[in-house]
């Protein structure tokens, strides 16, 4: 077996010495990695700021290069036009002061016509504009006669409507929304009906769990509730769910302890608080439990594993103000996986401890042990986290029906004070509506709202009036200067055809200097867009190259970690089989020491032996002697009696005194 176990470690540490070597070579690839993606990073940020400087450079190039372009775009427009106009002058359609281009005579006509529409316009506005003034007097005459009965309705709508307005203003005082009563109601019913069934779920728990509830009355007037802590049970909280039976047995009948702050407390609700059933209190001022020291943990956890051992305590969650009494519960219990490991720490002497393995089997140092098939039942401590889950959502619901109640006795004389405004504003409103209509109904307002009419009427009709004695003016002195201008009109023609000319000459050349600083500026343009592509182009490239460069160190990352993960397992190996060779030595040592010791005994024995039989043998010739000196005496005797016939007779006689 030790020849394996050597054989065994060499592997193994050949095994070391190969991850150690691939470790040492992933780290340098690590190294290079990471050179290398800083180098990319640097390229990258070098690309993005020239692409930032080429970009601002296109920016301002391309702006200008805009401008030119619409500029010229603009010119080579105002160019065609100048060419059109002069084309149309050249034919002889002479510009008017419209911009349009048409015979002198063709404008003469249209200036004529303009006069005549005008005066049509006039004529016609001024006719209505009478007729509406006449009627606009005659209904001013009828409004006035049957204002009385107006002033009436409407006297009595300003009231009713400032009574509104005061009936608002009461509302928004009250700071209610309608409906808001009915809704809380709502709330309250559909609160109530959800505590119902969590309120018979937490019921049926205690009446089937009797020893998880504790009831008592106030021994005394002013009596503090906090200083009733609560169940043990109830306090404690589980972090690891797979634990909860170990716990269980760990704790014992003290999970159903009640625990309290003092003993002062304690003997009040013995004496005065009217108790149901026997319980045990435990008086957090008269409990000191003692936290395990960190040196058994660490001796436990390097005797069978970290992760099949735990202390009791780290299991649990609990509130502060109770450590003294969960500590002298669970301060010194260790909870174990199996039973072996629970075996080897409860019993080891540097520990000591209770163990109690996850299925419930208990280990007292004292020697005593118990366990065997976990209560059919259930854990009550997995029974209790699902308590206590229904009983936070029953505890928040409450709180919620408690606002909600709260709200509705505040809101209760709020509510009835609004519903009997509310009921006023409504009625009021109603009151106000028929008063309109009936204000409606009135010749009053049927007559103003014609007079309303004639008068925007009026209005549109005098704008007309103006508008059509200007065009009637400017349409007379238009056609008095086209009069002029057939006078002239060679000259006026050969005039407009110079401006053209001359303009269009104008346009010409700057058309052309518009296109050449365009063209210019284009290559440019052009040049800066491809270098700006190529940068993106490059950026994007360094980019992927980076994200390669990260995966390739994350890969060698992942590597590291999992060789190193396993050079720990290998060394933890080594150690191991070290420790097994070296302990197995020594029980070959042991075994020699003992083998030798059973060499001297068994020479010893030999020895011994060989006395012993010396010893038979002077034995065995003293017997053959005694025999022999025995049959000598035995011969002797009967022919003594044969000789003595007396000896017979008095045999019986021999040996005793006084005869």
């Given at each position: ?141 009828d409004m006035h006669s049957t204002e009385n009965e107006y002033k009436k309705y409407n006297m009595d709508l300003e009231k009713k409507e400032k009574e ?265 409103t109603y009151e106000i509506d028929m008063i309109r209509q009936s204000l409606q109904q009135t010749s009053y307002h049927k007559i103003k709202e014609e ?179 025995a049959a000598d005496c035995k011969h002797k005797v009967l022919e003594l009696t044969r000789k003595y016939e007396w000896i017979e007779q008095e045999k ?8």
């Amino acid at each position: 077996m030790l020849e394996s176990l050597e054989q065994e470690l060499q592997e193994f540490e050949k095994k070391q010495y190969k991850f150690s070597a691939e470790i040492n070579s992933n780290k340098e690839n690590i190294k290079v990695a990471k050179k290398t993606m800083d180098q990319i990073k640097i390229n990258i940020a070098d690309d993005k700021n020239a692409l930032v400087l080429k970009e601002k450079e296109l920016d301002k190039v391309g702006g200008l290069f805009q401008k030119l372009k619409e500029m010229d775009q603009k010119d080579t427009e105002a160019l065609l036009k100048a060419q059109e106009k002069y084309q149309k002058i050249s034919a002889g359609l002479l510009e008017s002061e419209d911009g349009k281009n048409a015979t002198l005579e063709q404008q003469l006509i249209n200036a004529k016509q303009s006069i005549t529409q005008a005066q049509t316009e006039l004529k016609q506005c001024e006719m209505t504009l009478n007729h509406n003034r006449q009627q606009l007097n005659k209904k001013q005459k009828d409004m006035h006669s049957t204002e009385n009965e107006y002033k009436k309705y409407n006297m009595d709508l300003e009231k009713k409507e400032k009574e509104l307005k005061n009936l608002e203003n009461e509302l928004q005082k009250l700071n209610y929304k309608d409906g808001y009563s009915e809704d809380l109601k709502n709330q309250r019913n559909t609160l109530m009906a959800e505590i119902r069934p969590l309120r018979e779920k937490v019921d049926q728990f205690e009446s089937r769990y009797s020893q998880t509830r504790f009831e008592y009355r106030n021994p005394e007037s002013n009596f503090n509730a906090k200083s009733v802590k609560g169940i043990v049970c109830k306090l404690i909280n589980l972090k690891d769910k797979s634990a909860a039976y170990a716990l269980e047995v760990a704790a014992g009948g003290k999970l159903y302890n009640v625990i309290v702050d003092t003993e002062v407390t304690s003997k009040k609700l013995l004496q005065y608080g009217q108790l149901q059933q026997r319980v045990t209190i435990i008086p957090l001022n008269r409990v000191s439990g003692k936290f395990m020291d960190q040196q058994t943990i660490a001796l436990a956890e390097k005797l069978v594993g970290k992760e099949n051992v735990q202390p009791a305590l780290t299991l649990l969650d609990f509130p502060n103000e109770i450590t003294p009494a969960i500590t002298w519960i669970f301060g010194q219990i260790f909870v174990c996986k199996n039973m072996e490991t629970a075996k080897k720490i409860a019993f080891h002497e540097r520990i000591m401890k209770k163990c109690v393995t996850l299925e419930g089997d208990l280990f007292d140092p004292a020697g005593t042990l118990s366990g065997g098939a976990p209560a059919k039942s259930g854990s009550i401590l997995l029974k209790l986290e699902e308590l206590k889950e229904i009983q936070n959502e029953l505890n928040k619901k409450e709180y919620l029906l408690k606002d909600v109640e709260t709200a509705l006795s505040n809101v209760a004389q709020t509510a009835e004070k609004y519903a009997v405004l509310k009921q006023k504003y409504d009625l009021l409103t109603y009151e106000i509506d028929m008063i309109r209509q009936s204000l409606q109904q009135t010749s009053y307002h049927k007559i103003k709202e014609e007079v309303d009419s004639l008068n925007a009427t009026i209005k549109e009709l005098t704008q007309r009036i103006t508008a059509a004695k200007n065009l009637e003016k400017d349409s007379t002195k238009r056609a008095k200067d086209i009069e002029i201008q057939l006078k002239d009109a060679v000259n006026v023609r050969d005039k407009q055809l110079k401006e053209a000319e001359n303009q269009l000459n104008v346009l010409k050349k700057k058309a052309e200097q518009s296109r050449k600083e365009w063209q210019n500026r284009e290559q440019e343009s052009e040049t800066l867009e491809l270098e700006i592509k190529e940068l993106k182009k490059t950026i994007e490239s360094g980019n992927e190259q980076l994200l390669q460069a990260e995966e390739k160190s994350n890969l060698f990352e992942q590597k590291g970690e999992t060789l190193q993960q396993e050079l720990e397992e290998t060394k933890d190996k080594v150690k191991e089989l070290q420790n097994s060779i070296k302990e197995q030595k020594n029980i070959i040592n042991q075994q020699n020491k003992d083998i030798q010791g059973l060499i001297t005994r068994k020479e010893d024995i030999i020895k011994q032996n060989k006395e012993l039989e010396l010893d038979i043998k002077k034995l065995n010739h003293e017997i053959n002697d005694i025999k022999k000196c025995a049959a000598d005496c035995k011969h002797k005797v009967l022919e003594l009696t044969r000789k003595y016939e007396w000896i017979e007779q008095e045999k019986a006689y021999f040996g005793k005194e006084g005869i």
